[in-house]
């Protein structure tokens, strides 16, 4: 009985460190429904994932924000496409309220998309459009800003901002009998 115990509590410490190699998991797109308990959120290949919301899962809202609201000496993450001739342009623009895993990087795994994560050293408005300049170390970035492009600062948010058509970016973790419970969502006005 005792062996048949202790191979009982290797196999659930195996499966424990299993569940944590893996990390937090990421999920992006729309949502679908919420019942006050789970979130229903559409991907943009059309996929749905059920996320269960916990006590402790924190809400952050993406409040729009003006362009000309944001200094140089503001941190921002801007999500951008790279165009034909090398240019970047934003899709998102956040202002976070510190400095955040700075850099310039690849984004999603694409070579076409970029996340840069920087503070802002210039603001430019000018005829052919609007552009920002963002320094980290070892490199900066110049992004032209689109009128279609997100602006946004992020704030505390709340359980009433979690409706259908909503834009969501969370991490969320395995939960005991295969279920996702969300850490945190990122979540803007619906579209």
Partial sequence: MRK????????????????????????RGV????????????????????????EATEIVYARPLALA??????FLGVTSM?????????????????P???GHRPFDGRSDQTMTNATVSAVVTA???RELTLTYEGGSQ????????SVSTLVPGNRSQLVPGAPVNLTAEAAPGSGLVARRIQ?????
């Fill in 4 to 27: 048949l115990l202790i191979v009982a509590a290797c196999g659930a410490l195996a499966l424990a460190a299993a569940a944590a190699a893996q990390g937090p998991l990421r999920v």
């Fill in 31 to 54: 949502i679908g429904a919420f019942d006050g308990k789970t979130l229903a959120v559409s991907s943009s290949d059309g996929r749905s994932t059920s996320v269960e919301l916990a």
């Fill in 69 to 74: 609201e944001i200094k140089p000496g503001d």
């Fill in 82 to 98: 790279r165009r034909e001739d090398g240019a970047l342009v934003a899709l998102e623009v956040r202002r976070f309220p510190k």
């Fill in 100 to 102: 955040l895993n700075p």
């Fill in 127 to 129: 005829t052919a459009g």
């Fill in 142 to 149: 110049r992004i032209v800003v689109p009128e279609s492009a």
């Fill in 187 to 191: 979540v803007g006005p619906p579209r």
